[in-house]
């Protein structure tokens, strides 16, 4: 059952003057990702062939992503009538696929696939919890607070999946670190580049990982703050087992924080030096 509908938005408070055009990108971009759930069920439906709970409950967790791709779609629709949301989307749809006929995770296990899942679900919750902080657009800043909240019962909802996978399983400390550190370097794989691509960018313009990637982390990390940080890497120990707080956590976070800003920067200076591109945005 889903925790709140886009129907009951109050898209009428929607305010043009206070959309800041450096969001719009990261939003559109994320709408594509976001709407291609079910893809993501059908696969965790078969990698949990013999699960029927687990499967139910990702049918569920499956429509709540589509309803975020909706609502940030149509969200990016009024900050840019002249975009095509179903548009987008059907080029991303054909260009970025997921193995829907999988019965076996590609983490090696199921508890790995759900420390995988945890680690999106780490990601995402704290992605629209720093553009809710960010945006003083009151609808947008309206479904993000929403959809972090969803975000953050989807990290739960695989964590206690996952905790009953790790007793049969047994997968070490080591393998649930190596797992949950491989998820996390993917983001700077093509599903956010080539969603950056399809959402922002004429179809006649080749796909370019790098540029797209540039283009799409140097705003989105922009939006987060330090807190955005600690929090997930409160997250990221409790899906590896270790305390979520405490000074290991903490150095972890001041670490990361470090890092993202460098990563950020890189990236900046990577999308400003492509002007062409930028202006193509
Ligand atoms: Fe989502
Ligand atoms: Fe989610």
């Not at 080029?91 to 508890?111: F, H, L, M, P, Q």
């Amino acid at each position: 059952m889903k925790h709140w509908r886009m129907e009951e938005m109050a898209w009428d408070r929607f305010d043009p003057a206070k959309v800041d055009p450096e969001l719009v990108p990261s939003i559109k971009a994320a709408a594509m990702v976001e709407r291609n759930g079910l893809d993501y069920a059908a696969y965790l439906n078969g990698v949990f062939a013999d699960d029927p709970d687990f499967r139910q409950a990702a049918d569920n967790w499956a429509l709540e992503e589509v309803q975020h791709g909706d609502a940030l779609g149509k969200w990016a629709s009024l900050a840019d009538p002249s975009w095509d949301y179903a548009a987008a989307f059907a080029r991303y749809r054909a260009g970025y696929k997921i193995n829907t006929e999988a019965d076996a995770s590609v983490r090696g296990s199921r508890c790995g696939e759900l420390i995988a899942r945890c680690m999106v679900e780490t990601g995402t919750s704290s992605f629209y919890t720093a553009v809710a902080d960010a945006t003083d657009e009151p609808v947008l800043q309206a479904i993000c607070r929403q959809i972090a909240a969803d975000e953050f019962r989807h990290f739960k909802l695989f964590y206690d999946h996952m905790r009953r996978y790790l007793g049969r399983e047994n997968l070490s400390f080591l393998q649930r670190l190596r797992i949950a550190a491989g998820r996390v370097s993917e983001t700077e794989d093509d599903e956010l580049a080539f969603a950056y691509h399809c959402a922002n960018l004429p179809p006649e313009l080749a796909f370019s990982h790098q540029d797209c990637l540039a283009a799409y982390l140097s705003r989105a990390i922009s939006f987060y703050r330090y807190r955005h940080i600690e929090r997930s890497m409160g997250m990221i120990f409790k899906a590896v087992g270790l305390p979520p707080r405490g000074r290991l956590s903490g150095l972890s976070a001041r670490l990361a924080w470090r890092f993202v800003q460098r990563r950020q920067r890189r990236f900046a200076a990577r999308a400003g030096s492509r002007q062409e591109f930028a202006l193509a945005a």
